[in-house]
Every structure is written in C-alpha cells, then in structure tokens.
C-alpha cells in the first residue's frame, strides 16, 4: 500500500509542472476570451462533367428471318365408288 502511495505522489510531482504550463498560448487566464472570428470564403465545387464511356462491343442487331415457306402436296382422294342401283322397292303399309 505504502508503494502505491509513493509512486501517485511521485507521478503527481513529475506532472504538475505539466499541468501549470499554459503552452505559450497566451499571458495568463483568460487570455482566449478575446475571440476575432476569421472571414470565411466558400468556393463552390467545381462541376466535372465526364464523357460517357465508349462502347468498344455491342452485340449485332438480331437477324429476323421469315419462316420457311411450306409446300404441302395437294390432297388424293380416292375414285368414288359408285352405288349400284337397287330396282327392289319395298314399302311396309301398317293402318293405324
């Protein structure tokens, strides 16, 4: 315990003329209560305008081919047969 305590105050020693050194920033407390603000100049951004890139391959345009054309045979039909003629006529007669 008596070590810890000799080695804070020695740190404490070691750093207090740190902590009392005010930099060389001013000439005691209250030196930066005079603030003069700086004019501040705003450029706008410059535009960039970037050519599109080039197209070193396209593919070619689609080829659009008409359909075949198709012949198709004209249709045979067959020789129609002929009905023989029937000279045998019969009739049924029922009365109601």
Known sequence: ????????????????PVFAHDGGRGHG??????????AVVVHPRPVVVMPPPRVFYAPPAPVLYAPPVVYR??????????????????????PL
């Open 1 to 16: 315990m008596l070590k810890k305590l000799i080695l804070a105050v020695a740190g404490l020693t070691l750093a207090a």
């Open 29 to 38: 407390w209250g030196h930066d209560r005079h603030f003069h603000p700086r």
């Open 73 to 94: 045979p004209a249709p045979v039909y067959a020789a129609p047969v002929p009905v023989p003629q029937s000279s045998v006529s019969i009739s049924l007669h029922f």
